[in-house]
DNA sequence: AAGTTGTTTAACCATATGGTTAACTAATGG
DNA sequence: CCATTAGTTAACCATATGGTTAAACAACTT
């Protein structure tokens, strides 16, 4: 393989913010620290990024950018409902194995600007995940699952991967997780989530 | 009933400095407007509460505190399993229902200063769940539900209850809900919740 | 070699911020 | 009624912070 080309400022950059972005938050973030740690003049971030917000939008956008078209793709496509609920626990679960930050940078995020994060999570007019909430509705009329919407069935199984990414601390001091211990448990998970989700949608005992 | 006593100084500034560190975070809230919101002078705030520090202890510790030994005492208790996630479910999301705030302020809490958070959540020895744990290894070893362990049975309950609040903003700006839509929509899965847990911990179809 | 352009740096600047001080006022109680 | 304490205030301070500037440097063009 090539030798690894030596990272350009602005991707020194772009991961150093990244990180401190991440550990402080937006306002906790201090541009000297995130110079500092890309070993790179403090005027540098600015010369590149003009000020700190526009820096956080490009981090936030580059970090989320590339998994959500295709968690949408996955929910809107042809496939079997069930086979549906496993290919999409599989990709997120994976996607945020190994972006473990992301979950509380976007769940902190939407909650103090949502329009910004909004407009960087859902991309321009993507799709309005019309066909998964049909089909929810179709098995639901065809007596194949219990009744439930669309929307709950969809935050059940975002809920169930996402939330243990944000209580991750949780598990290493009150259940003493080391980091090796805590990505097994998140890899039961990839079975136990659709598993749970789908024997959770037949019809009533 | 009597005249409602005029709120106390330290009072007034707790409920501001909740308000405020839940719309800013604790590195980006500001002691002039907690002040501010308070009407109140911005020395009070260290005379009462020495640093900003100690004063967001305080305000942590307060709007933790109530809940989370009645939650581990509901977890512990002798009811049946089934029961007890219907009432754990129900009272959790009661509370949180009634503390929307909450979750977003203990989840970015927990991960920027994970053992003091620990320390203010789970209060001076409280039981290891050590009951409940046990309960759920008797009925899979009784075949009474499928194989799951406690921890991952208590995360799933969990994940399932706090996720959608802290994905509010979401359904506000994705969904359009309203705030009575989303408070509809939430006490819509008090039933949602131990339905699916209960129902996903059958034995497999 | 001299211009030209993009990159990098140290030194600054204005402002915001957490925290302190010293003086003042309202209670309390002996 | 006076003294001691609790509560409150405006003014102040040291520092940290985001951002700017002017000059130096590097790389490429001609």
């Known amino acids: 393989m090539p030798a690894q080309a030596k990272p350009t400022s602005e991707v020194l950059i772009l991961d150093a913010a ?7 938050g937006l306002t906790g973030a ?56 496993y290919q999409v626990s599989s990709f997120y679960l994976d996607f945020i194995s190994r972006n473990t930050f992301l979950p509380l940078f976007i769940v902190d995020g939407i909650n103090r600007n949502p329009q910004f994060f909004f407009a960087s999570v859902v991309q321009t007019n993507q799709p309005r995940l019309q066909r998964f909430f ?22 059940n199984i975002v809920s169930l991967i996402v939330f243990p990414f944000l209580a991750k601390p949780l598990y290493q001091v009150a259940a003493g997780f080391s980091e090796e211990a805590f990505a097994a448990e998140m ?6 989530v659709p598993d749970l989700v789908i024997n959770g949608l037949q019809l009533g005992i």
Do not use: T, W
């Open 30 to 85: 201090r541009m000297q620290e995130i110079a500092d740690r890309a070993g790179i003049n403090k005027a540098m971030l600015h010369y590149y990024f003009r000020s700190k917000e526009k820096l956080f939008e490009v981090v936030v956008s580059r970090a989320i950018g590339g998994a959500m078209p295709q968690l949408f793709e996955l929910l809107e496509s042809e496939a079997d409902l069930f086979a549906k609920i």
């Open 187 to 192: 890899a039961r998970r990839r079975a136990e």
């Open 134 to 155: 049909q089909q929810v509705e179709e098995a639901v009329a065809a007596g194949r699952i219990r009744p439930i919407s669309g929307l709950q069935l969809l935050i």
């Open 18 to 24: 990244q990180a401190v972005f991440l550990e402080r």
